[in-house]
């Protein structure tokens, strides 16, 4: 951390004024008055936070930031909040937090899943339903009958829904078509919605999200569809930036797993992986193997995935609203960071396990259920998810050449106030490459 910030974490600006070039003042908007400016790191910060890090979360308070053209050019102390002419907001009493990075989510689906969420209350698990056609199956016949006219315009209200809950970069996966036609429409898309957009948006192909039924009795020939068929289509259109596989009891092995990310390396294409959700699968150890972008999910994880986890580059990512809306044993979040692990938070917006992509409530339950302290679950839905989506030079703090991709909170008490008030909207104005949207 460079000498211009105070060892208690809290920055003090002692920089002059910035001079403006002709014309630049019109390009600008000021945010002045900000009672607390949250997560603010030079250039030079850690592109992962990792265990004791990741409880550190350098504020200003009685702060100004500056954005011109869509980007972060200044920010301090208001003792040397500059002039401008441009668009000016004052935050009096407000707080400013970079969006968060929600790094794992389905977006694009057709229709809900409730039927399913009465079917769990009757006492049935989730491999249960899956056995009988229904969870990914059933949003998977759902999905072949949908236009890309239908899943687009749904999937923009679900964008514009978690954009007003201050996601500012999201990543989006495949996997409830399960045949060749439907995976390619859900990242058709999903490329539709990042070229229509403000936010970045990741796609990812999750062809092996489940066996198709029809598969049930030849397992080996769907694997050999989803690397033969479908992968040099998805490399071919560039419609995803990562390979995806559900390893799990039920869905896929890890010997299955290790052979389809082989075969997307071989193209080029970087992984991520569903892993450890229902339990001790081996993912991760895969995972890691792979080189993976990130392992997600991680309700069941001891000493030897963590173990596997020390001193890689793969960021262990977990969804709690999962855990909650499953009743599932939460990931064992305080032992990772406690071992010195990073972790990122992530929503898994789903039509079946996890129907939200209110990343405030992420942060409740991960304070809650699993007894991360507020600065470390906001480090985790920022910094890290940014870094589970290779954003980090782009979003995720702020910092001077980043994106303006912010939130501007109601009237708060304390940072700790957002993740404590888990059922009040908190945030107030949402602004992306430097537009109120």
Known sequence: ???????????????????????????????????????????SHPKM????????????????????????IDFGTMEHCPETDGEIIDATGKMVFPTWCDSHTHLVFAGSREQEFEDRINGLTYEEITERGGGI???????????????????????????????????????????????????????RIKENTLMPVKTTFLGAHAIPLIYKNNRQAYIDLVINEMLPIVVEE????????????????????????KAAAKYGMKSKI???????????????????????????????????????????????????????????????????????????????????????????????????????????????GAYAMELSEEVGSITKGKLANIFITKPMSSIAFLPYAFGSDMVETVILKGEVV
């Open 1 to 43: 951390m460079s000498s211009e910030y105070q060892h208690d974490h809290t920055i003090t600006h002692k920089k002059s004024i910035p001079k403006f070039r002709d014309g630049q003042k019109k390009n600008a908007m000021l945010i002045k008055n900000i009672k607390t400016l949250v997560q603010v790191r030079d250039a």
């Open 49 to 72: 936070l990792k265990g004791a890090e990741m409880r550190t979360l350098p504020t200003i308070d009685n702060a100004f930031l500056l954005i011109e053209k869509e980007r972060i």
């Open 137 to 191: 199956h059933n949003s998977a016949k759902r999905m072949q009958d949908a236009t890309e006219d239908e899943l687009f315009e749904s999937a923009m209200t679900r964008l514009r829904e978690i954009r007003a809950f201050g996601t500012g970069a999201v990543e989006i996966k495949s996997g409830y078509g399960l045949t060749t036609e439907s995976e390619l429409k859900m990242l058709r898309v999903a490329k």
């Open 238 to 261: 560039g419609l995803a930036d990562y390979c995806d596989v559900f390893c799990e009891k039920g869905f896929f092995t890890m010997e299955e797993t290790d052979q389809i990310l």
């Open 274 to 384: 569903h892993a450890n959700e229902l339990y001790f699968s081996g993912g991760i150890q895969v995972g890691v193997a792979n080189k993976s972008i990130s392992v997600d999910h991680l309700e069941c994880v001891g000493d030897e995935e963590i173990e596997a986890l020390k001193g890689s580059t793969t960021m262990p990512t977990i969804l709690p609203s999962t855990a909650f809306f499953l009743e599932l044993e939460y990931a064992p979040a305080r032992k990772m960071i406690d071992a010195g692990l990073p972790v990122a938070l992530a929503s898994d917006y789903n039509p079946g396990s996890t129907p939200s992509g209110r990343m405030s409530f992420v942060l409740s339950l991960a304070c809650i259920k699993m007894k991360m302290t507020p600065e470390e679950a906001i480090n985790a839905a920022t910094i890290n």
